[in-house]
C-alpha cells in the first residue's frame, strides 16, 4: 500500500496535511485511473459529513474530478455506508466520501468505494496515489469537462433500503440514539420512528464544528446515562460518519461492538444456521470463547473493517466486524453500517422479547485494557527488539490466561498497547509497564 492511504482511506488535519491543493489532485487521479481503465467520462458520486472543513474539501474534490473530465453527483451530507449503497443504486463508477469517522473536527479524510461497493484494494489505492505523483494531465477542455449534479434528495433512497431489511415489528421500543452531531442525525432518528420505535434523538443538530465532541460512539457513557434518565429500552450511539454502532442497556450498560456482533451472530445462527465469522486480532477472548460454545468458526484478520470484509468476501462468511463497533452485514451492506446494525439489534430484542442486557449474556466480556500511546515513531514498532522482549515476558506471567497485542494505529499516530487478563488490574499493570516500554523505546528523539 502507498504512503498516503491507511486502513481506512486518506486522513489528516483538514487545510494543513489535507489540503484542497491536494484534494483536487486526488480527484484528478482517480479519474484518470477509471479512464485507462476503459470508463472514458466516469460517474463519481460524492458525499460527506457535516464537519465544516468537508464544504471545502468537497468543493475541491469536484473541481479536480470534473477538470480531468468526469461527472459528479453529490449527495451531500450522508453516513459513509450511504455513500457505498448509493453508488451501486446509481450505477456510479466510483464513490467519494470525506469524513474522519470519530476523528476530532480538526481532521477529515477521503475514502473511495468502487462501482460494487466496496472499498477500494491496496492496488487500486496504489494505482491512484501513482497517478497522482504525475505532472503531466491532459485535461478536457469545452463540452469534455465534467458537469456537477446536486441530490439532496438521494438519501431517502438509503433510508428506503434500510428500512426494508426490517420486517419485525419494533414499536413499543423506546430507544435513546446519540448521533454525535454528525451524518446520523440526517438518517437515524428519522427512520427509527419510522420503524415505531418511541424515540429520544441526542446530538443531532450538527452545525460543522461540533462533530463528535464529548458524544457518539467514542463515549459510550453518554447514550448509556441517557438510556437511564430517560428509562430506555436501550441506547444507540453511532460516530461522525455513522458507519459504528455501540449500544447500552436499560441499566445503562455499554454493550461494545463485540458484544452486538456476538448478538447478531447468534440471531443468524438460531435463523440460518450459519458457521462462520470474521473479525480482527483485537476481538476480546470472551467473544472467541462464545463462538465455540456456538459451533460458529472464527476467522481473525489484521484490524481494520476493509480487512474483515476482504476475509468475508474471499470465503462467503456472512457476517463480521470489529470491537470498535464495525459490524458488516453482507445480506444487506458492502461496508460497515452503524444504522444497519442499530435497526438489526433492534430487530433481535424485538424478536426474542427479552431486553438487551439479557441477549449480551451471549457472551462473557474478559476484561481488556487499551493504552494509546502518543508522541512515538510508530514506524519503527517492528523493529523495537526490547520492546518485543518485554511483551513476550509479559505473555509468560500470563500463562494463557489473556493475551498481549501492540499495534501501530493505522488512522492516527500513535502505538495502541492491548492487554486481556483473568482480572482488570492485572491487565491494566501489564498495559502501563509495556506503554513505558514503547514511550521510552519509540521516543521520537530516539536514534
Known sequence: MGSLFGTDGIRGVANTELTPE????????????????????????????????????EAALVAGITSAGGDVTSVGVVPTPAVAYLTVAAGADLGAVLSASHNPVADNGIKFFGPGGYKLTDAEEDRVEELLQRTYEDRPTGAAIGRLTVRPDAVT??????????????????????????????????????????VVALHAEPDGTNINAGCGSTYPDVVAAAVVEHGADLGLAHDGDADRL?????????????????????????QRGIRSVVTTVMTNLGFKQAMQRLGVEVVETQVGDRYVLEAMRAGGHPIGGEQSGHVILLDHATT?????????????????GRPL??????????????????????????????????????????????????????????????????????????ADRLADVVRAELRRDAP
Not at 481503465?37 to 460524492?46: D, F, H, N, Q, T
Not at 460497515?336 to 426474542?352: K, N, T
Not at 526490547?386 to 494463557?400: H, Q
Request: proline share 4%.
Open 336 to 352: 460497515g453500517d452503524g444504522i444497519l446494525s442499530a435497526v438489526q439489534l433492534l430487530a433481535a430484542v424485538a424478536e426474542s
Open 22 to 57: 491536494f484534494t483536487v489532485g486526488l480527484g484528478r487521479a482517480v479519474v484518470r485511473t477509471l479512464r485507462e481503465e476503459g470508463i472514458p467520462r466516469p460517474a463519481v458520486l460524492v458525499g460527506r459529513d457535516p464537519r465544516a472543513s468537508g464544504e471545502m474539501l
Open 246 to 270: 455501540i449500544a447500552a442497556d436499560a441499566d445503562g450498560t455499554v454493550v461494545d461492538g463485540d458484544a452486538i456482533l456476538a448478538i447478531l451472530v447468534q440471531r443468524l445462527r438460531e
Open 357 to 430: 442486557s439479557q441477549l449480551a449474556t451471549v457472551m462473557r466480556r474478559l476484561p481488556q485494557v487499551l493504552v494509546n500511546v502518543p508522541g512515538v515513531d510508530r514506524d519503527r514498532l517492528p523493529d523495537a527488539e526490547r520492546l518485543w522482549k518485554a511483551v513476550a515476558e509479559e505473555e509468560a506471567t500470563l500463562n494463557g490466561e489473556g493475551r498481549i497485542l501492540v499495534r501501530a494505529s493505522g488512522t492516527e499516530p500513535l502505538v495502541r498497547v492491548m492487554v486481556e487478563a483473568d482480572a482488570e488490574s492485572r491487565a491494566r499493570a501489564v
Open 157 to 198: 433512497r438509503y433510508v428506503d433500503h434500510l428500512a426494508g431489511t426490517v420486517v419485525t415489528d419494533l414499536s413499543g421500543l423506546r430507544v435513546v440514539v446519540d448521533c454525535a452531531n454528525g451524518a446520523a442525525a440526517a438518517v437515524a432518528p428519522t427512520l427509527l420512528r419510522r420503524l415505531g420505535c418511541d
